[in-house]
């Protein structure tokens, strides 16, 4: 019920208020070069940008400070950044991965595509890990861009209705870019894993140990190789951590 003045106040300040809503992503950090520790393109370099906060809570996380309110101050653990310094900082780096992770990248993805985009466009590839409890928007689902889906087990300790989403997993595993990570503690766990990836018509299944020492994921991998290799799946290990622990921005 404006009269015409308070109208055109409503236009300038919407106009005067625009610069301040570009795109931003808040952030915990981003690190690179270093090398994709995980899944399908292990081993190759990779930037990687971690965003903040997650809708879980995993017991063995090794990002806790996303998310875990109990633990850190995550207003002193995130950053809100322009998407366009994220993309400059990338695309200042003659590397042709980009990994996006985080905490939960997708409960931010009103705004992701704005980075993706650019990115995609200069030539990089991009990969958005994700533990698959969010459906991706189709704006995500481009060529260039893949999902490094990592489904949660029990062994997360979270109860299934929570860990597990039919509608983003049928999703995710129906858009034919993703490929589907799990965390194994022992081999116990692949016949969860069988499970799920059945009833979600999972065609590429990676199984990937537990674990932030190079120990236990050396150990873990151990372990698991011959069952992974029996069931016709692929083994991850966490070659970050075999090289560098659990150290920060590696
Ligand atoms: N080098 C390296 N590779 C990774 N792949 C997935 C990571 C993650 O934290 O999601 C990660 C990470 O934190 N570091
Ligand atoms: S989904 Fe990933 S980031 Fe979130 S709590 Fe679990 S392990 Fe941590
Ligand atoms: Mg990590």
């Excluded at 309110?69 to 780096?93: E, G, I, P």
């Excluded at 929570?162 to 081999?187: P, Q």
């Excluded at 991850?236 to 921005?249: A, F, N």
């Amino acid at each position: 019920m404006g009269t015409l003045h308070s109208q055109s106040h409503n236009l300038i300040a919407t106009k005067m208020s625009a610069p301040s809503r570009a795109a931003t992503l808040l952030i915990a950090e981003r690190f690179g070069p270093t090398l994709q520790g995980e899944g399908p393109s292990i081993g190759q370099p990779a930037l990687f940008i971690r965003l903040s906060r997650c809708n879980l809570s995993c017991t063995w996380c090794d990002t806790p400070y996303t998310w875990d309110t109990k633990r850190f101050d995550l207003r002193q653990q995130s950053d809100r950044v322009l998407v366009t310094d994220l993309v400059t900082w990338a695309l200042d780096h003659p590397v042709t991965l980009i990994v996006i992770t985080g905490g939960e990248p997708l409960l931010q993805q009103r705004h992701l595509s704005a980075l993706t985009e650019p990115l995609l466009q200069a030539g990089r590839r991009v990969e958005i890990e994700t533990n698959g409890t969010v459906a991706p928007d189709p704006a995500l689902l481009v060529d260039g861009l893949r999902f490094n889906v990592s489904p949660k087990l029990a062994n997360a300790g979270l109860s299934s209705d929570m860990r597990l989403k039919a509608a983003a997993l049928e999703t995710l595993a129906a858009s034919g870019r993703a490929v589907f990570k799990f965390v194994a503690c022992d081999v116990a766990d692949l016949d969860e894993i069988a499970e799920i990836a059945e009833r979600f018509s999972m065609k590429q299944v990676w199984v990937m140990p537990e674990g932030v020492t190079p120990d236990d994921v050396l150990g873990g991998a151990l372990a698991l190789a011959e069952a992974v290799i029996a069931r016709g799946w692929s083994l991850s290990p966490r070659l970050h951590v075999l090289l560098w622990g659990d150290e920060r921005g590696r």
